[in-house]
T-cell receptor, first 114, second 117 residues
Framework: NAGVTQTPKFQVLKTGQSMTLQCAQDMNHEYMSWYRQDPGMGLRLIHYSVGAGITDQGEVPNGYNVSRSTTEDFPLRLLSAAPSQTSVYFC?????????????FGQGTRLTVV | AQSVTQLGSHVSVSEGALVLLRCNYSSSVPPYLFWYVQYPNQGLQLLLKYTSAATLVKGINGFEAEFKKSETSFHLTKPSAHMSDAAEYFCAVSDMVSGGGADGLTFGKGTHLIIQP
């Protein structure tokens, strides 16, 4: 029962580099999201997807790109890394948009941009 | 628009003492409310949720929360703290339109619970 799997767990990037954070879930959930967690800020939504081929922006989408070609995978791309993107990134999934639905989270990717 | 305010970024209690973590919300429609817990170097996991069935909600690990509409509050309590309760706790709200799934949650800034031996 893997749930939501994120890779890598840690990453250091140089300013201007690009990379992709991977997220996969094995629960056949339609809904997936990416959050960033910063000290004293809680979790802020970057992008989300309501199904394969459908994505939308969240609260802080600038500098990030997503795609959803399959139900299982929802990668997050950093186009040109900046120090302000140093953060812990969480991927989440849920089976329904209904209000009482639990979101399942991955263990996070700790990203440092130098 | 919906929002969540958690009072106190850090709360310290002695082992065996009452735990009280405060959460106030604002929502233009009846909300769904959640508490998530994050242990060190882990993702978030659901502690409990309010979905309008009962105002007093019991969750895992002995935690419970009471929904008070008049006070727009959803405070988290546990009668007796244990060392293993040390973690970050997040209150979250979702309205009944957008839902509580991964795309519909608004989180508070979190409260770090410290347990003193």
């Amino acid at each position: 029962n893997a749930g939501v799997t994120q890779t890598p767990k840690f990453q250091v990037l140089k300013t201007g580099q690009s990379m992709t954070l991977q997220c996969a879930q094995d629960m056949n959930h339609e809904y997936m999201s990416w959050y960033r967690q910063d000290p004293g800020m809680g979790l802020r939504l970057i992008h989300y997807s309501v199904g394969a081929g459908i994505t939308d922006q969240g609260e802080v989408p600038n500098g990030y790109n997503v795609s959803r070609s399959t139900t299982e995978d929802f990668p997050l791309r950093l186009l040109s890394a900046a120090p302000s993107q140093t953060s812990v990134y969480f991927c989440a999934s849920s089976y329904s948009i209904k209000g009482n639905t639990e979101a399942f989270f991955g263990q996070g990717t700790r990203l440092t941009v130098v | 628009a919906q929002s969540v305010t958690q009072l106190g970024s850090h709360v310290s209690v002695s082992e065996g003492a009452l735990v009280l973590l405060r959460c106030n919300y604002s929502s233009s429609v009846p909300p769904y409310l959640f508490w998530y817990v994050q242990y060190p170097n882990q993702g978030l996991q659901l502690l409990l949720k309010y979905t309008s069935a009962a105002t007093l909600v019991k969750g895992i690990n002995g935690f419970e929360a009471e929904f008070k509409k008049s006070e727009t509050s959803f405070h988290l309590t546990k009668p007796s703290a244990h060392m293993s309760d040390a973690a970050e706790y997040f209150c979250a709200v979702s309205d009944m339109v957008s839902g509580g799934g991964a795309d519909g949650l608004t989180f508070g800034k979190g409260t770090h619970l410290i347990i003193q031996p």
